[in-house]
């Protein structure tokens, strides 16, 4: 093969490559599959790099509650596995829904540190639109639906 068929090759394929932009469906769908498997395998780190400012604090308490038996554990049974349920954003493109199911997922017990694998749940996560990049936002939960005011 001649220096001219590379060449030719070389720009077909960068044409072909360029060609292929992620539509926003694509976008919101890409992300909430890279943040749940870090979130689901308790690499919290990188799941905050998906996420809102809001969310960090629920990570840094998250966090706080993952041992190393924890980590064994998890690595002795696999990781979690992600897949789409389904997807939506919002009329103006700067709120989207995403439906994930979960497979092989660990949950700590934060009060007595207990981890449990389920077989399957789903998790559905707001996103916002924040400096033209996708962020999951996951803060702390609230009971019965109420700001506790302590």
């Known amino acids: ?24 469906q694509n976008q919101i769908e890409q992300t909430a599959i890279d943040f749940c ?3 689901y ?4 780190p990188v799941a905050k790099e998906w996420s809102t400012p809001s969310s960090l604090p629920y990570f840094s308490f998250l966090a706080s509650n ?24 919002d009329a103006n493109s700067e ?7 979960i497979k092989n997922a660990f949950i700590i017990n934060p009060i007595n540190g207990e981890m449990k694998q389920i077989n399957a749940l789903q998790d559905t996560l707001e ?4 400096y033209n990049r996708w962020l999951i936002r996951k803060d702390i939960p609230l009971r019965n639906g109420k700001q506790n005011h302590d």
Not at 127 to 130: A, K, M, P, W, Y
């Open 1 to 24: 093969m001649n220096k001219l068929h590379i060449l030719i090759l070389s720009f077909l394929l960068f044409t072909c490559l360029s060609c292929q932009q992620q539509t926003p």
């Open 95 to 101: 709120r989207a829904t995403v439906v994930c199911q």
């Open 37 to 39: 498997e870090a979130f």
């Open 127 to 130: 996103l916002v639109r924040e």
């Open 41 to 44: 395998n308790f690499n919290y």
């Open 66 to 89: 993952v041992k190393q038996t924890h980590l064994d554990q998890l690595k002795t049974q696999g990781a979690a596995k992600v897949s789409i349920v389904s997807s939506e954003i």
